[in-house]
């Protein structure tokens, strides 16, 4: 068995789209009311319109992105409408930031330790 894909749900998913391409993800696929896939091999990552979902809004699991600079990534969201809370250092781990999408969803931004 191996992870297929990923996806949030979201009453506009094209909204959503465009905050995940304005931090750095590309468009694998679009039909943009019901279904956008980014490239993010190997499993997909997708935003979906109610339609397409077997899911609530709201109530999905937590994505969490690996990032090379927690600041650039935090400044990005923030600037394309994510709300950011404080930064956790995780000490020799790394550190981690949660984050709500311009729709709610609750993701995380994760920076190994160097």
């Given at each position: 068995?191996?992870l297929?894909?990923?996806?949030?749900?979201?009453?506009?998913p094209?909204?959503?789209?465009?905050?995940?391409?304005?931090?750095?993800?590309?468009?694998?696929?679009?039909d943009?009311?019901?279904?956008?896939?980014?490239?993010?091999?190997?499993?997909?990552?997708?935003?979906?319109?109610?339609?397409?979902?077997?899911?609530?809004?709201?109530?999905?699991?937590?994505?969490?992105?690996?990032?090379?600079?927690?600041?650039?990534?935090?400044?990005?969201?923030?600037?394309?409408g994510?709300?950011?809370?404080?930064?956790?250092?995780?000490?020799?781990?790394?550190?981690?930031?949660?984050?709500?999408?311009?729709?709610?969803?609750v993701i995380?931004?994760?920076?190994?330790?160097?």
């Open positions: 068995m191996k297929k894909q990923v996806y949030l749900t979201a009453d506009d094209k909204r959503l789209a465009e905050f995940y391409e304005g931090l750095g993800l590309r468009v694998r696929f679009a943009p009311d019901k279904w956008i896939q980014f490239v993010s091999d190997p499993a997909a990552f997708c935003v979906a319109g109610p339609s397409e979902s077997v899911s609530e809004q709201l109530k999905d699991a937590v994505l969490v992105f690996d990032v090379d600079n927690l600041e650039v990534a935090m400044e990005r969201a923030a600037a394309a994510a709300q950011v809370d404080a930064v956790r250092d995780m000490a020799g781990h790394g550190r981690a930031v949660k984050l709500r999408d311009p729709a709610g969803n995380q931004f994760y920076q190994a330790a160097r």
